[in-house]
């Protein structure tokens, strides 16, 4: 599988690299749904890419609130190059997972909720991916 990075700088900040695979995600996400020839898949990520845009902003927004604001972000987005939906959103899964934890990154409980949030829809749509196909 490709590894996605998203950092900015040649020092890696885990807030700015979960923030920008997050906005990516809405991008490929919608690809997609674009090419997908699956109707439950079509509408799977359809929800995916119409939700996960207000979960990524409402944990920004919450971080900047309490850490102030984020600045340099990249000018251009790395797409995930892998065709499949069930690919993307475990991998997805996974970068959440572990940024969360990375050192650096906040574990202030408000945080962390939003971030429960997003894990949720990425679990949800995987569900839907897998099994009502």
């Known amino acids: 599988m490709v590894k996605f990075t998203a950092s900015v700088e040649a020092k890696a900040d885990p807030v700015m690299d979960f923030v920008c695979c997050l906005l990516n995600s809405v991008t490929t996400a919608h690809i997609l749904h674009l090419s997908s020839r699956s109707y439950s898949q079509h509408k799977a990520l359809q929800k995916f ?3 996960i845009g207000d979960r990524a902003d ?3 927004e919450a971080f900047q609130g ?3 604001l984020l600045t340099k972000y990249p000018a251009t987005a790395a797409l ?11 991998y997805l899964s ?8 990375a050192n650096g990154f906040p574990q202030d409980s408000e945080l962390q909720n939003e971030i429960d949030n ?5 679990n949800s749509t995987l569900y839907k991916l897998k099994f009502l196909a």
């Open 118 to 122: 997003i894990a949720n829809l990425i």
């Open 94 to 101: 996974d970068e959440v997972s572990m940024l969360r934890k």
């Open 80 to 90: 995930f190059p892998e065709q499949d939906p069930v690919t993307y959103l475990t």
């Open 49 to 51: 890419y119409e939700n």
């Open 66 to 68: 309490k850490y102030g």
């Open 58 to 60: 409402d944990f920004i």
